[in-house]
């Protein structure tokens, strides 16, 4: 279920995005942030898996998944956003962002979270990040999450855990 923005169109991850997620997820600068144990794409094909596991994680209603965010004014894709029950955990949602660093400083990141936390409409949304990812740390402020401090509850690696909790 596709998502505008004044600037984005967020929409499913497909086959033609192959070159373009293999561009950013092979980037060690990108993947170096990413799972448990940070691991760049080594081949394309690895890409067409990785959208495999994007497509899997959407649900038909559109509220969870892992959505490619393209540029509505050059169609390039910018990255990617997520709203996803976190792996492991007790029923929390995780909201994440992905980005080529062709993308990073325009506010994608914080625009696509915001998207994707007003159509789910949660009353509570947990991000987690890296420690010393400075611009997803300031991603969670700017979308109004508290810092809950470190922990290793997800992922089995020790990461800033941050929490929005809402009115709906």
Known sequence: M???????????????????AYDLYSRWEVARWLGAEPRALAS????????GRFAARCTPD????????EVRETGVVAGSVLLVPIPGG????????HFHPDSWGRGYATEAARAV????ALPEVHAVVRPGNA???AVCRRLGMTPLGRTDRWYGTELEAFVLRTEH
């Open 90 to 97: 007790d029923g929390e949602v995780e909201v994440g962002w």
């Open 62 to 69: 559109g509220r969870f998944g892992v959505w490619a965010v």
């Open 2 to 20: 596709p998502t505008t923005t004044d600037r984005l169109l967020l929409r499913p991850w497909g086959p033609a995005d192959r070159d373009r």
């Open 117 to 120: 936390l007003e159509r789910a």
């Open 44 to 51: 394309p094909a690895e890409a067409d898996a990785l959208i």
């Open 135 to 137: 611009p997803s740390i």
